[in-house]
């Protein structure tokens, strides 16, 4: 479990091709690697991900083709990552409770200055619409982030100085693809409230 809130940016140094999908080899940035064992969790780009072996300030990470194919950014060389670490029972919850599981690919519709912040607008997937607040929260590329407004299938952002200065969400630009995480929390109400808890759907 994580908590969106990106505590470095690191680079994803080499990539080498496995049977199953990717090996990816990360430097960790200001990620402080010390506290971290082989078998871990660790977000990258929002994708919960396991470490699989430590070397030389360097942790490698196994990647499916199947995570390959529902996500966006773990197969560029050199390109920059979102991190963090699993979160402890005794963390604070700056964010919000996010998985890492990707629930669809975003695609930026804008990103434009607005003062000293930027307003940043997502074009969704449809089936995803429904679990999008106005006010609530989703993580784009790892980060927690609070829905400003909706229309139609896009939701916009707004995000401040802070936000551009420790994540890779500056580097964003018109046409780019992102990670996109919903609310779990509106998953459960679906389930429900649905007809998933309906006992005559099941059998």
């Known amino acids: 479990m994580f908590t969106g809130i990106v505590q470095a940016v690191g680079e994803l140094r080499r990539i080498a091709s496995q049977e199953s999908g990717l090996r990816l080899d990360i430097a960790p940035g200001m990620l402080d ?119 139609g299938d896009e939701f916009e952002i707004n995000l401040i100085p802070h936000t551009l200065a420790v994540t890779t969400l500056s580097a964003l630009k018109t046409g780019a693809k992102v990670n996109l995480e919903v609310d779990m929390l509106a998953r459960y109400v679906e389930r429900l409230i649905g007809d998933g808890m309906n006992p005559k759907s099941v059998g």
């Open 33 to 151: 690697l010390r506290d971290v064992n082989t078998g871990d969790s660790i977000a990258i780009n929002g994708v919960c991900l396991t470490v699989t072996a430590l070397a030389d300030d360097m942790f490698s990470v196994d990647v499916s083709r199947e995570t390959l194919s529902c996500t966006e950014g773990l197969d560029k060389q050199g390109g920059s990552v979102n991190l963090e670490k699993a979160m402890r029972l005794s963390d604070r919850l700056g964010g919000h409770l996010v998985s890492g599981h990707v629930d669809g690919v975003g695609e930026v519709v804008t990103f434009t200055p607005d003062g000293e912040s930027y307003r940043l607008a997502i074009k969704v997937p449809v089936s995803l619409l429904k679990y999008i607040a106005k006010k609530g929260s989703i993580t784009v590329n790892g980060v927690s982030l609070t829905v400003n407004a909706i229309a």
